[in-house]
Nanobody, 121 residues
Framework: QLVESGGGLVQPGGSLRLSCATSGFTRDYSIIGWFRQAPGKEREGVSCIRSSGGTPYYADSVKGRFTISRENGQNMVYLQMNSLKPEDTAVYYC????????????????WGQGTQVTVSS
């Protein structure tokens, strides 16, 4: 189970931190990440991190502004979002995979319910 929280309304240039609580995995996931979907657009990978460590993946559109991190072993995953722009407005999903090797939504089998992020003045 994956449960997201932390979304909301923020002005351009502001910050939000999304949280994802994971539970109930019978096997350790190999990769976990954040995806987003704006109205009329395809779901895109924002940032992913492997359970084994290494350099996280970031979409070009969020590099330098967003940071993914984990805490409590692998039970909590965060997405710190700074310098938010109106184009960051979307529903943000936390997702995990046991087998995925890339930050592509089609490879992820476990999804949270999503949390709305709206960037507007």
């Amino acid at each position: 189970q994956l449960v997201e929280s932390g979304g909301g309304l923020v002005q351009p240039g502001g910050s939000l931190r999304l949280s994802c609580a994971t539970s109930g995995f019978t096997r350790d996931y190999s990769i976990i990440g954040w995806f987003r979907q704006a109205p009329g657009k395809e779901r895109e990978g924002v940032s992913c991190i492997r359970s084994s460590g290494g350099t996280p993946y970031y979409a070009d559109s969020v590099k330098g502004r967003f940071t993914i991190s984990r805490e409590n072993g692998q039970n909590m995953v965060y997405l710190q979002m700074n310098s938010l722009k109106p184009e960051d407005t979307a529903v943000y999903y936390c997702a995990a995979s046991i087998l995925a090797s890339a930050c592509r939504s089609s490879l992820f089998g476990y999804w949270g319910q999503g949390t709305q992020v709206t960037v507007s003045s």
